[in-house]
């Protein structure tokens, strides 16, 4: 079967850096995704990983362990701006894309 | 377009009705993806399409629904008979690349419809 897990609240406070993990069991793995999606609004692709290791992307950096099935998202220089939901997704081998529960980030001045 | 367009953005029908949701995704882009999202949650895939093609429906939860994408382009989701359960925000995804293409090529995603069914 198909299961991602993310933390479904965190809370953090403007300047600070904070992770959020997902983890992941699925039936194919050709890649995970972070996006980003502000209430109302349409999710935005933040990163991709499809190979071991970081990736940094200005404030954020994505990180992957395909062995753990395991997969974080970094968010340094917190600002009030970055108040929002983070989506996790694994794209299986065909077309699907697995979306996590999302995780509602709330920044705090 | 510069982005993915949907329409309405926001639908209020009564139990029973049949509803119609529109997606305009980006020109150019062969891949067309349907996704509904309840709120506080991850969107769930409902169907894919290559061009004109449906080529996955496994997502869609009954016979119900229904999507199509006649000339390549643009596509439509239609509910029938809706449901309170069909209550969910339904969001198009395209992307430029086709199946055989896989890689970095993430889908962009359209604003969503708000379907509430009373």
């Known amino acids: 079967g198909q299961n991602i897990d993310q933390p479904t609240e965190m809370t953090a406070t403007e300047g600070a850096i904070v992770q959020i993990n997902c983890t992941y069991q699925?039936?194919?793995?050709?890649?995970l995704f972070w996006y980003q999606q502000h209430a109302g609004e349409a999710p935005t692709f933040l990163s991709y990983?499809?190979?071991?290791g970081l990736e940094e992307k200005g404030r954020f950096s994505s990180f992957l362990s395909r062995s753990k099935g395991y997969s974080y998202l970094l968010l340094k220089e917190l600002q009030m701006k970055d108040s929002a939901s983070y989506l996790c997704?694994?794209?299986?081998?065909?077309?699907?894309?697995?979306f996590g529960p999302g995780t509602r980030l709330s920044v705090l001045p | 377009g510069a982005g993915v367009s949907q329409s309405p953005r926001y639908k209020v029908a009564k139990r029973g009705q049949d509803v119609a949701l529109r997606c305009d995704p980006i020109?150019?882009?062969?891949?067309l993806f349907w996704y509904q999202q309840a709120l506080g949650q991850g969107p769930e895939f409902l169907t894919y399409?290559?061009?004109?093609?449906?080529?996955?429906k496994s997502g869609l939860p009954s016979d119900r629904f229904f999507a199509e994408r006649p000339e390549g382009s643009v596509s439509t989701l239609k509910i029938q008979r809706t449901q309170q359960e069909d209550s969910a925000v339904y969001l198009c995804?395209?992307?430029?690349?086709?199946?055989?293409?896989?890689?970095?090529?993430?889908?962009?995603f359209g604003p969503g419809t708000r379907l509430t069914v009373l």
């Open positions: 995804a395209s992307r430029q690349a086709p199946r055989r293409l896989a890689g970095t090529d993430t889908q962009y």
């Open positions: 699925t039936s194919g793995f050709n890649g």
């Open positions: 990983n499809v190979l071991d």
């Open positions: 997704a694994v794209k299986d081998y065909g077309q699907n894309f697995v």
């Open positions: 020109s150019g882009h062969v891949s």
């Open positions: 399409f290559q061009n004109e093609a449906q080529l996955d």
